[in-house]
């Protein structure tokens, strides 16, 4: 994959808000995803940007700078079945395939 | 509702076997991917074709081959299966309409090869 970085592990407390962030090289950037996968399960979209700036989906938000090849994913009022994995994806040009950073086990606790 | 399908949850094959894993889509994608998915090592992509009888390696193609003879259905083919491609393997397709803005793409639930 072409160098994208996510912390492999992270823990939050039930109620509270977590960012788990994602770092990529710039050259030849196209787009990014966001993933959520609970063990055992398909991977399924969560949000996209191309655009800098923040994207809002209820309880989830994703942010992007490109100069900075930087992406967080925002979660809020966290709940027990946020329990996941949670997978940045980049597409690069040219071409339609997303490359995929080793992802971020987020672990809610009570 | 998308869907993606695989044609086994759970396989177990023998060393030196040809496998074949089988995808198939309903939403009439030109695109479909094949990535395998170890612990430690995330999503790594493996072919993956834009259009029928189209192909393209991705980054880990050694000991793979892959077959897209109609629109929906896009197979994965290990030659020969050795004990280091145990692992998970995902099917994707996506959308390749630019009018849409993003690509997503839609996964299948997966297929835990095992090769004793």
């Known amino acids: 994959g072409q160098n994208i970085d996510q912390p492999t592990e992270m823990t939050a407390t039930e109620g509270a808000i977590v960012q788990i962030n994602c770092t990529y090289q710039t050259s030849g950037f196209n787009g990014l995803f966001w993933y959520q996968q609970h063990a055992g399960e398909a991977p399924t979209f969560l949000s996209y940007n191309v655009l800098d700036g923040l994207e809002e989906k209820g309880r989830f938000s994703s942010f992007l700078s490109r100069s900075k090849g930087y992406s967080y994913l925002l979660l809020k009022e966290l709940q027990m079945k946020d329990s996941a994995s949670y997978l940045c994806?980049?597409?690069?040009?040219?071409?339609?395939?997303?490359?995929f950073g080793k992802g971020t086990s987020l672990l809610v606790t009570p | 509702d998308v869907k993606v399908t695989q044609s086994s949850r759970y396989l177990v094959k023998r060393t030196g076997e040809k496998v074949f894993l089988e995808c198939v889509q309903d939403m009439d994608h030109e695109n479909m991917f094949w990535y395998r998915q170890d612990p430690g090592l995330g999503l790594r992509l493996i072919y993956f074709s834009y259009d029928v009888k189209m192909k393209e390696k991705g980054d880990i193609p050694e000991g793979y081959s892959v077959s897209r003879e109609k629109k929906e259905r896009f197979s994965l083919i290990l030659e020969s299966a050795s004990t280091n491609q145990t692992s998970m393997y995902l099917c994707?397709?996506?959308?390749?309409?630019?009018?849409?803005?993003?690509?997503?793409?839609?996964f299948g639930q997966g297929t835990r090869l095992t090769v004793v």
């Open positions: 994707a397709s996506s959308n390749k309409d630019r009018s849409l803005g993003y690509t997503e793409a839609f």
């Open positions: 994806a980049v597409r690069f040009t040219p071409g339609y395939a997303l490359n």
